[in-house]
């Protein structure tokens, strides 16, 4: 048997490579930010890892692919979705969750996991950029501050301003009409914070809160984004060390255990709930948001809707 597995996430921010041990240990991770779905980072990335663990392709057993660009992986044995591969990671990494929060680059998760560790039930956020690290990013061009200074910023502001669009869009316009009324910078970012902690509260509806919660993704390390979301929840969050590779630590683990042959029940509950995720990223037709001042048009172009339930598998 081979010692040596690995989960490729290539998400559409950032690429993701994790290396594991025949033990599940984790031996090496590497990520690399590129701002888009891309083939540097995925090699960037899974070079990194293999040169950190002192191994070689050859070396590895089986690879599993994740992630909106999992398709683009090159040699993995098989992809899954990060729907799967994120409950997985997250339930090996904090034994015990019941709820997983993923907010990405450009795509919010609520993920249900029942108590083995399966995808009880999902909603996802994946054609609205509205509270991801893509509206950071707005946020912080508005503000004329960097990404990594939102959370201070946030911290420090008292006043709870009216945030009305939360459209990618058009939120840059907003903000920068409240900073010519007086606003002050640390007012709008906190107000903002809190207005896309509520947003979320719309995905944990749809699956139903429980506890305890996990944190995870690039929006897990802006500490007043997980501050506002604990407050909404009336929860505490966990958020684990690295919340950026769960869903590759979760590929790795699914390596190892299709290469070694999973058990049939958890061999059948897999499939039934890769089936019922793969089927959320299915294409669909006339993206638009209900709630949006977007024509279709716009809407299409700027991939815009809201959060797609979805059914118990």
């Not at 690039?218 to 684990?240: Q, R, T, W, Y």
Request: glycine share 10%; proline share 5%.
């Amino acid at each position: 048997m081979s010692e040596h597995f690995m989960g490729v996430d290539l998400g559409s921010t950032t690429a993701k490579a994790v290396i594991i041990g025949a033990d599940a240990g984790m031996v090496a991770w590497r990520t690399v930010q590129m701002g888009a779905v891309s083939r540097e980072g995925m090699r960037q990335a899974v070079d990194g890892a293999l040169e950190s663990a002192e191994l070689r392709r050859a070396d590895i057993g089986r690879v599993i692919g994740t992630g909106y660009g999992r398709r683009l992986v090159p040699g993995v044995d098989r992809t899954f979705t990060e729907i799967t591969c994120h409950a997985r990671g997250v339930a090996a990494a904090c034994p015990g969750v019941r709820l997983v929060i993923d907010i990405g680059g450009q795509d919010s998760k609520a993920i249900a996991v029942d108590r083995d560790g399966f995808v009880e039930d999902f909603a996802m956020n994946d054609r609205c950029a509205s509270g991801t690290g893509r509206f950071f990013e707005v946020l912080a061009r508005a503000l004329e501050c960097e990404v990594d200074e939102l959370a201070g910023l946030a911290r420090s502001g008292s006043e709870d301003l009216e945030v009305s669009s939360m459209c990618a869009t058009f939120a840059e316009t907003e903000i920068v009409s409240l900073l010519a009324q007086g606003a002050e910078p640390p007012d709008i970012a906190a107000s903002v914070h809190r207005a896309v902690a509520a947003r979320t509260l719309g995905l944990v509806a749809q699956v139903g809160k429980r506890r305890p919660i996990v944190m995870t993704g690039g929006v897990a390390k802006n500490a007043a984004a997980v501050h506002a979301l604990a407050e909404a929840l009336e929860s505490e969050l966990i958020v684990p060390p690295h919340p950026q590779i769960t869903g590759a630590y979760g590929a790795a683990l699914l390596a190892l255990e299709t290469y070694e042959g999973a058990p049939p029940r958890r061999a059948a509950d897999l499939e039934r709930a890769e089936e019922s995720a793969a089927a959320a990223f299915a294409p669909q037709s006339s993206p638009s948001c209900a709630d949006c001042e977007v024509s279709d048009s716009t809407a299409r172009s700027v991939v815009l809707g809201l959060p797609i339930p979805v059914r118990r598998p």
